[in-house]
């Protein structure tokens, strides 16, 4: 088997330990940082936002150690610097309007483009890059794994609040990043060539500047051979977000094995998973999702068990037995989301939620 290596990139949310607020001095944990992490850390637009990522990982044994050692780094950086650290998909109350953008060329260039778009767009994902073999093979491993998208986005859903209100969703951030351009389930395209012409053809009549500008829930990466995985809430344990990353390298290999065997996985119209992700967002592991062979509404529960039972012949191979199985867990002690909502029914206190995040983005580290 070909070597399906990970990378995951992680984005945190830094906080006021008085106030809960997010709390805009992500500049000074950068720069420490870069310091000790060296380019795993990186500023992103709002400066509330820090996003830390692995070097190329060569199994899943190997990615739980870095991502638990950037953890640990940024963790203490935020200390040094009088902040906490927290990993949800949203903040529970702050609002988008307070937050200050980093000062960047980059930024100044999305803010003129998309105006309140981009300064609303206060959000924080998870991305995982699995290697591929070639950019051919890719787009038909892409084509095939958009229908498990939502399965597997219901497991990381972890923004239910969204500037002080419960939002009825289990991930109101993909309603929030909805708002841009480009974004959402991909179409479906017959080679990388369409692929990249598509692209060419975007660059060309200034739409874009380049494919880093595509932000679909799951694209081929425009400079590296990889898949970026890209639907994500950031989860609050690095469990979850090793589980995660392990279900996205097995479904990869699992479709690769297919196609060297002239199999493949039906793909399924853009318009079709859609319906699917919206159940993901609004009820997360809780949501009925259809099952488009049978044409019926099937219990998250048992298309999980199904995609556990689909992926279960690579598993061995990858050494990812273990942390595909941490599914279980999350089935059994809600998503982040879940977990959130219930701190805010016993305490009726968002500051509680926030101290109950902070809390478990420390688990396990």
Sequence with gaps: MPLFTIGIEEEFQTIDPVTRELRSHMSKIVEGGQIILQERVKAEMHQAVVEVGTNICYNIQEAREEVTDLRRNIIQLA?????????AGTHPFSDWQDQLITPSPHYDSLIDEMRDVARGNL???LHVHVGIQSRNEGIQILNAV???LPHIYALSTNSPFWCGRNTG??????KVF????????PEFFASASEYDEYINLLVKTKCIDSGKKIWWDIRLHPYYDTIEFRICDIPMRVDET????????ALVAKIHKLLKQNLNFRSYRKVLINENKWRAARYGIHAKLIDFGKQEEVPYSDLCDELLDFVDDVLDELGSRNEVAYIKEILKNGTGADRQLAVFEETNDLKSVVDYIVQETRFGI
């Design 178 to 185: 909805d708002k841009f351009p480009r974004t959402g389930i």
């Design 123 to 125: 959000i924080f994902g």
């Design 242 to 249: 090793i589980c995660l990353a392990a279900l996205m390298q």
């Design 146 to 148: 958009r229908y498990f």
């Design 169 to 174: 969703f289990k991930s109101y951030r993909s």
């Design 79 to 87: 200390e040094q610097n009088n902040l906490l650290l927290a990993a």
